[in-house]
Nanobody, 119 residues
């Protein structure tokens, strides 16, 4: 099972980006998914999470600006980021709790995509 992020890049403050996370491999289902981020010199933090049923939760710092969603048919998760701020600059990581065939569910992480917001 692999999780691969895309969509990061350089954007001006106030701009928008959409991140994608595509799951590939052999698995039965994907349970909870989430986006985390890690800024330079800081700990990794949860940005937004979504259950398989579509329930969502967000960090206070991104509420009203970011929207998490997923396509359970295509096995892709998205993060729409609007009104970006310099403090949103970080490497964004995709997380998924995935059940491989014949195995119990386990946690998987992508390798990250860099988002840089210039002020």
């Amino acid at each position: 099972v692999q999780l691969v992020e895309s969509g990061g890049g350089l954007v001006q403050a106030g701009g928008s980006l959409r991140l994608s996370c595509a799951a590939s491999g052999t698995f039965s289902r994907i349970n909870d998914m989430a986006w985390h981020r890690q800024a330079p010199g800081k700990q990794r933090e949860l940005v937004a999470a979504i259950t398989s049923g579509g329930s969502t939760r967000y960090a206070d710092s991104v509420k009203g600006r970011f929207t998490i969603s997923r396509d359970n048919i295509k096995n892709i998760m998205y993060l729409q980021m609007n009104s970006l701020k310099a403090e949103d600059t970080a490497v964004y990581y995709c997380y998924g709790n995935v059940k491989p065939h014949l195995f119990t569910p386990r946690d998987y992480w992508g390798t990250g995509t860099l988002v840089t917001v210039s002020s």
